[in-house]
């Protein structure tokens, strides 16, 4: 990656969402600079991650006793395009937390979703994410709102990538 690509997504609406640009929102999580202070900012932070390719910080959020011998260079492996995060409910109770969310990607020409209840623990001050439920998500409807958050119309977005 050149300084002039690192520059554009240093400048871009950080992927987690916030509508900040990632240099002011992920990339301080994703450097090592702050720690997530709640498990919603670790799922945010970790989905940025992802679509940023930041393999190793999703090992270093990743309980190791959950991580079952995932690697960086499995991760490096997908091609997945990311193309939205969705954050359905959020809760902590004490060093306990759950997330549910949809992370919506493409890949083949199919659109689909993670959709997950994931849990988190703290653990001498550091959240980590554990592991999660997966559950079965519907496309969206022609006429709903994109996925991607473009403001048009899912048919006039998104769902042109699968053809």
């Known amino acids: 990656m050149n300084n002039s690509d690192l520059s554009a997504i240093k400048q871009a609406s950080c992927p987690c969402g916030s509508s900040l640009p990632y240099y002011q929102c992920c990339e301080a999580y994703h450097a090592g600079l702050v720690v997530a202070e709640m498990p919603e900012r670790l799922m945010r932070s970790r989905y940025s991650a992802f679509v940023l390719r930041q393999f190793s910080y999703l090992i270093a959020t990743h309980h190791p006793d959950y991580l079952h011998g995932l690697t960086e260079q499995q991760l490096a492996l997908g091609k997945t395009q ?40 703290k653990k001498d001050g550091l959240w980590f994410y554990t592991d999660g439920q997966q559950m079965q998500t519907r496309l969206p409807g022609r006429n709903d709102a994109c996925i991607c958050y473009s403001g048009k119309k899912f048919k006039q977005c998104c769902a042109k990538r699968m053809s």
Do not use: M, P, R
Request: charged share 20%.
């Open 82 to 121: 990311w193309l939205g995060l969705q954050v359905l409910s959020s809760n902590q109770q004490a060093d306990c937390g759950e997330v549910t969310f949809k992370a919506w990607f493409i890949e083949n020409k199919h659109i689909d979703a993670v959709y997950e209840c994931s849990s988190f623990i």
